[in-house]
């Protein structure tokens, strides 16, 4: 999802700072960026970390002299046992990796963003709406992120900064696919399931949603939580 929504913000213009834990990833939306005729560069993040996160905002401003645009989209899957079968050090991961990241990075992306203002999109879900059976933690880490998006929203618009969140529905990413397969379900048994119109979502919806929300078309769209999820909370 994140691969997504570089390449669209590049191919709209913009020049990208790509933030991810895996290295060989990050470098490869890099070239994926390059390719199509954009400019990006990667900083290898520990999004959990505030240090890490202070640096790669400040890679940003060093690079391209300012940050107007930021769109937060890290995350880990979700669990699958019920709470009192859960970890506590997976709980806090989950945590840290979905809630505490989108904290880090708004703080140092707003700090950035406060002498001429700009945009911030966080990716939620739509379990920040509709919790699922044995998630506990991430639909936690989601309330949150959707929590912290609407206050951050309140506190800065009045200086020009908007901030919004998506909630995805089922995207098809790796991730997803991936928990689908563990599980032993079948594909389109789920997207009918998760969706009206029985297919998954793709990473570039998610991308466009992304863009429109830092556009000028939404310069009155501030603390909204966008449903992308194939009508799915509409149910």
């Known amino acids: 999802m994140g ?14 700072v790509v933030a991810d834990f895996n290295a060989d990833g990050g470098e490869e939306t890099v070239a994926l960026v390059a390719a199509q005729g954009g400019e990006a560069v990667f900083v290898r993040t520990d999004v959990s970390k505030g240090d890490d996160v202070a640096a790669m905002v400040d890679t940003a401003v060093a690079t391209y002299g300012g940050l107007n645009f930021a ?19 997976d709980f806090d991961r989950m945590i840290a990796v979905n809630l505490r990241s989108i904290f880090l990075c708004m703080k140092h992306e707003i700090k950035a963003m406060l002498p001429g203002g700009g945009a911030i999109v966080n990716i939620a879900s ?31 618009a009045p200086q020009g900064i908007r901030i919004n969140a998506i909630c995805p529905g089922a995207i098809e990413t ?22 009206l119109i029985g ?37």
């Open 3 to 16: 691969r997504a929504i570089s390449l669209a913000f590049s191919a709209a213009g913009a020049r990208v």
């Open 71 to 89: 769109v937060n989209a890290a995350a880990i899957e979700f669990e699958t046992v019920c709470l009192a079968d859960l970890p506590d050090d």
């Open 126 to 156: 739509t379990n920040s709406y509709r919790p699922q059976p044995h998630q506990s933690a991430y639909t936690a880490s989601k309330f949150g992120v959707l929590g912290i998006t609407k206050s951050a929203a309140i506190d800065y």
């Open 174 to 195: 790796p991730m997803l696919l991936g928990a689908i397969e563990a599980r032993g379900r079948d594909k389109q048994e789920v997207a009918n399931r998760l969706s």
């Open 199 to 235: 297919r998954f979502g793709q990473p570039d919806e998610i991308a466009s949603a992304a863009l429109w929300l830092c556009s000028e078309g939404a310069s009155f769209t501030i603390g909204h939580a966008l449903a992308v999820d194939g009508g799915y909370l509409s149910r």
